[in-house]
């Protein structure tokens, strides 16, 4: 009779384990197409890097990607069972920061400005609100605007390779606003707080470039303002 008794207690946790797994399982195979669609954009943007007249056409390359990431978070939301969100985002945590980053990325290249958490969110297909379900939570948005700093670091370098000597000027003063508004917040999460350190790292770098840049006379406006001072040495 007890035996009969356990076994009944032990079925019922069975049960419970079969489910979380094939669950946990369903989850993962959405995650890995996601992952794959990250990965492609990350490939179409990394000509950045080596051309300035194809940034248009990545941009456009990526933004495909970012409508299966968006198929992908619809579909996880309808998995997650309500209320149990941060039960199972350890699956898609980082992943996310990285689709983040290439989001935030492709508007800056496109736009020139800061892409807003709620704007991130609707290309994603999420909400905003833990109450509302399947969100971007606010840590993934901000890790992820990190990493984009850290791309534009090196953004900012090839740029003066390829001849583009006004492009680190403008990157320079996004990073610094970033680096500002970054500081504004009262970080207590170990992984952000670290993340927001390397910013400085990035900030510096790209203040070199610049730096460089206007000590060799690349500038335009440094130009212009040598031009002015060579013309009164001469007339003297």
Known sequence: MQNAVIKDIFDGFNDYLNKEQELREQIREVVREIDQAAKEATIALQVIHSSLTDVPAACQSARQQ???????????????????????????????????????????????????????????????KQSDGFHLDIEDYLMGVLQMASELSRYAINSVTLGDYERPLTISKFVADLNSGYRLLN??????????????????????????????????????????????????
Not at 83 to 95: E, M, S, V
Not at 202 to 226: C, F, H, N, P, T
């Open 66 to 128: 970012f409508e299966v990431c968006r198929k992908g978070y619809q579909r996880l939301a309808e998995l997650i069972p309500e209320g149990q969100y941060y039960r199972y985002n350890d699956h898609w945590h980082f992943l996310t920061q990285r689709v983040v980053f290439l989001v935030a990325l492709t508007v800056y290249l496109e736009k020139g400005f800061l892409v807003s958490r709620d704007t991130t969110a609707e290309v994603l297909g999420m909400k905003t």
């Open 187 to 236: 970080l207590k999460n170990d992984g952000l707080r670290k993340r927001f350190d390397a910013l400085k790292y990035d900030v510096k770098k790209i203040e070199e470039i610049v730096y460089d840049i206007s000590i060799r006379g690349l500038r335009a406006d440094a130009g212009a303002g040598q031009a002015p001072a060579a013309a009164a040495a001469s007339e003297q």
